[in-house]
């Protein structure tokens, strides 16, 4: 009787593990993906006249996009070490070079989280950034009637004033102006009340600039001119037929802001942008028990206030296209920094249990943070340096 050997399993396709064709297949559909962003982003910044390049508008570092290329590249290193160190079972020296990798993508993160906060304190924003003068001036306004707001809540809050409509600004201020020569309510004590009459008057100076700015700029009438009064209503009548009142320009704006910055609300006359002079009989009367020195300290407070909280305006073309696609291309990157982070963990959850059968998952892991690393390598030059 004649045995005749057993052909061998035809074996079809790649002859690579499954494992890693899927990741293969997966990185190709991530290649789709990011080449939409990239070719997106090139058909836009060619396409766009007067793209924001310059530092002061777009507060793109290229310092430190340079380290965290490097810090990248470094990490790719590391991971074909610790996949060289997996084939050759040295799992402790593995582990080591995996952390390594980690510890990168942490500082990579770290650099971006730097790089977002910077653009998030300018306010370089999608959909907030102003790209003409009118929208300039606007975006000053609505930034003084939100300190104005935050102010004046807290009179509100601690029930030193009583409000029907406490987020009526308008109707609250009268209150606010009129708190210096008010009565000091039950719940507070004196040296309570008194820090807030003192504060009152500066925070209805605020509140008088912010509504002066507001008018002008629904006017369109220079800040040299009376808007939305009756003075301004007669000067519009005296006007030739097709004349108008001088219109707003953004230098205005800028000036009086400056003024703010620098004087605060109680020195600068809402109908004009030069310092009045400080200790006017007004700003004694409207004081009261509150203390002029008080008050003078407070202005001179609320003067560092608005610097802080006030940008100066500054138009910025296609700034909302150019921070879209900024934070959406960063952004996804970093999504994939995390998720690369994420299947190290696996690994290095394992500890001294690290054994062989993680070497295929491994060199897999070493696959798609090179790919992360290659994006990056393609938006480094694109955002920051082009």
């Known amino acids: 009787m004649s045995h005749t050997a057993k052909a061998p399993a035809l074996r079809m396709g790649i002859p690579i593990p499954n494992s890693k064709l899927g ?7 991530e290649i789709m993906f990011f080449t939409a962003f990239i070719g997106s982003y090139i058909v836009l910044r060619l396409g766009s006249n007067g793209w924001p390049t310059r530092y002061e508008d777009t507060h793109i ?10 810090v990248l590249i470094v990490s790719s290193y590391c991971v074909v070490v610790a996949h060289e160190a997996m084939a050759q079972k040295s799992f402790a020296r593995a582990r080591g070079y995996l952390w390594v990798t980690t510890i990168l993508a942490f500082l990579f993160l770290g650099i971006k989280g730097i790089e977002y906060k910077g653009k998030i304190d300018h306010d370089i924003l999608p959909g907030r950034i102003p790209e003409t003068s009118s929208q300039a001036m606007v975006k000053v306004a609505d930034q003084l009637e939100e300190l104005v707001r935050e102010r004046f809540h807290a009179y509100t809050h601690a029930d030193v004033i009583k409000a029907e409509r406490p987020a009526d600004i308008i109707g609250i201020a009268p209150l606010v102006q009129a708190l210096p020569s008010a009565e000091r309510p039950s719940s507070l004590t004196d040296a309570e009340f008194k820090a807030f009459q003192a504060s009152s008057v500066v925070d209805y100076a605020l509140f008088q600039q912010w509504l002066d700015l507001k008018q002008h700029i629904v006017a369109d009438v220079s800040l040299n001119s009376p808007a939305l009064t009756a003075d301004y209503l007669g000067k519009r009548e005296e006007l030739a037929e097709g004349a108008r009142l001088p219109a707003l320009k953004l230098e205005e704006v800028r000036e009086r802001l400056a003024s703010l910055k620098t004087s605060g609300p109680l020195k600068v006359r809402a109908g004009d942008a030069s310092p009045e002079q400080s200790g006017s009989p007004e700003q004694a009367a409207a004081t009261g028990d509150a203390g002029q020195d008080a008050v003078t300290a ?29 934070f959406i291309m960063t952004g996804f990157h970093a999504i994939h920094v995390i998720v690369g982070m994420i299947l190290f963990g696996m690994v290095l959850k394992q500890g001294s249990s690290l054994n062989e059968r993680w070497t295929d998952w491994v060199e897999n892991s070493g696959l798609y943070w090179h790919f992360v690393d290659l994006v990056w390598i393609f938006l480094f030059p694109l955002l920051y340096i082009i």
């Open 23 to 29: 990741m293969w297949l997966f990185l190709g559909t």
């Open 61 to 70: 570092n290229v310092l430190l996009g340079g380290i965290n290329t490097f």
């Open 298 to 326: 407070l202005n001179s407070q609320m003067a560092g206030l608005i610097s802080a909280r006030v940008f100066d305006p500054h138009p910025m073309v296609y700034g909302n296209i150019f921070a879209s696609c900024y």
